[in-house]
């Protein structure tokens, strides 16, 4: 990835969206540990992001499977969906929690929390290792949406 501004958006249900955004500076630390951290890109991307859906359930006490949605191509009609997404079933992020948890590298509110996997703040970053966008939907019942 080019040192460059990259973004994630994130939409609320209740429609306020946010943005993170890194830096040209930023983005060549990033570029560091991304490209040291993870040897397989795409299959850490999954992982990490799986791995995240997994812990919001446990952290909810909420033992439904996770959702992860693959690309698919049909053969009927000669099309890529390239749609891929996880779904958990978690609190969600309140608005205070994605700007100063989510949006920084190394913050994490998964610290001394041993069930967990995570717990580094930076896997849910992982997709800026494929892409310069991405987005995340969520919901907080603190934020009551």
Same mark, same amino acid.
């Given at each position: 990835?080019?040192?460059?501004?990259?973004?994630?958006?994130?939409?609320?249900?209740?429609?306020?969206?946010?943005?993170?955004?890194?830096?040209?500076?930023?983005?060549?630390?990033?570029?560091?540990?991304?490209?040291?951290?993870?040897?397989?890109?795409?299959?850490?991307?999954?992982?990490?992001?799986?791995?995240? +859906? %997994?812990?919001? &359930?446990? #952290?909810?006490?909420? /033992?439904?499977?996770?959702?992860?949605?693959?690309? *698919?191509?049909? $053969?009927?009609?000669?099309?890529?969906?390239?749609?891929?997404?996880?779904?958990?079933? +978690? %609190?969600?992020? &309140?608005? #205070?929690?994605?700007? /100063?948890?989510?949006?920084?590298?190394?913050?994490? *509110?998964?610290? $001394?929390?041993?069930?967990?996997?995570?717990?580094?703040?930076?896997?849910?970053?992982?997709?800026?290792?494929?892409?310069?966008?991405?987005?995340?939907?969520?919901?907080?019942?603190?934020?009551?949406?």
């Amino acid at each position: 990835m080019e040192s460059s501004n990259i973004k994630s958006s994130s939409k609320f249900s209740n429609g306020i969206n946010f943005e993170m955004a890194i830096n040209s500076e930023q983005s060549k630390s990033f570029d560091i540990i991304s490209n040291r951290l993870y040897v397989q890109k795409e299959k850490s991307i999954i992982r990490e992001l799986i791995s995240n +859906g %997994i812990d919001a &359930s446990k #952290e909810a006490n909420v /033992n439904d499977a996770i959702i992860v949605k693959f690309p *698919t191509f049909s $053969n009927l009609n000669n099309r890529l969906d390239n749609e891929f997404y996880i779904q958990d079933f +978690g %609190i969600g992020m &309140s608005h #205070e929690t994605f700007e /100063n948890v989510y949006c920084s590298y190394f913050r994490t *509110t998964k610290e $001394n929390k041993p069930n967990l996997i995570g717990c580094y703040g930076v896997g849910g970053k992982t997709p800026f290792i494929y892409t310069d966008s991405y987005k995340i939907e969520t919901t907080s019942p603190i934020d009551n949406i």
